[in-house]
């Protein structure tokens, strides 16, 4: 089954704009996290968030996480044309050796 | 900064060759893992490693590879007999809770 599912695909906005990403996952975790990829690049972390936990902040980053619905959103405030890079939500488990299951990712351009 | 390093950016072999992906993870890490990417593709993990053992391992993670940590700071990823569906970027990453990730191997088998 997928896990991780992040929606929209693709997200086009102007810098400035803020933009929302959502993920949507299947089975119980202990904490989902977020990354960022630019193009080709390695994947940097952005931040975690427990199962215990329902938003988190960092910067310009304000995640939520809803396990009643299995969802989580990412919302990038006064997005910049260097936040343009997919972005990516992964699922962890304990008990299964820590593993992250990533989603499809949602491809962010921001239009300078 | 500390971060995870990996070598060699880029590696091209020809199908059935062996070819060792290395990681260099963060120097108080545990936790070691190894995810690969098929171009277009999400991120699929492969294999978990904590205390010298494999604690995870996935469909995709069959006899054709390996992982050892031949010493204090290495980590590496073998695959004995590549094919064809093997190209892809493979990350190293290590932590537990947080996962630092690798800039990534290319590997391109022709």
């Known amino acids: 089954s997928q896990q991780g599912e992040e929606d929209p695909q693709a997200l086009s906005i102007q810098e400035g704009e803020n933009a929302t990403m959502n993920c949507s996952y299947k089975?119980?975790?202990?904490?989902l996290q977020w990354y960022r990829q630019n193009s080709g690049r390695g994947l940097v972390h952005l931040i975690l968030i427990r199962s215990n936990e329902r938003e988190k902040h960092s910067g310009r980053l304000r995640v939520t996480l809803d396990t009643s619905k299995k969802s989580s959103s990412l919302l990038i405030t006064a997005s910049r044309a260097a936040d343009t890079a997919s972005y990516f939500c992964?699922?962890?488990?304990?008990?299964?050796?820590?593993?992250?299951?990533f989603g499809q990712g949602t491809e962010l351009s921001v239009k300078p | 900064e500390p971060e995870v390093t990996q070598t060699p950016s880029h590696q091209v072999t020809q199908m059935g060759q062996e070819v060792i992906l290395r990681c260099v993870p963060i120097?108080?890490?545990?936790?070691f893992y190894w995810y690969r990417q098929i171009l277009g593709q999400k991120v699929e993990f492969l294999v978990s490693f904590y205390n010298n053992e494999i604690s995870e391992k996935s469909e995709i993670f069959d006899d054709q590879f390996s992982v050892e940590r031949p010493d204090g700071s290495n980590f590496t990823l073998k695959i004995r007999s590549t094919k064809l569906e093997d190209s892809a970027m493979y990350f190293c990453?290590?932590?537990?809770?947080?996962?630092?990730f690798g800039p990534g191997t290319r590997l391109t088998v022709l």
């Open positions: 992964a699922t962890c488990t304990y008990n299964q050796g820590g593993k992250l299951i």
């Open positions: 089975t119980s975790i202990n904490n």
């Open positions: 990453a290590s932590g537990h809770d947080t996962q630092y």
């Open positions: 120097s108080n890490h545990l936790y």
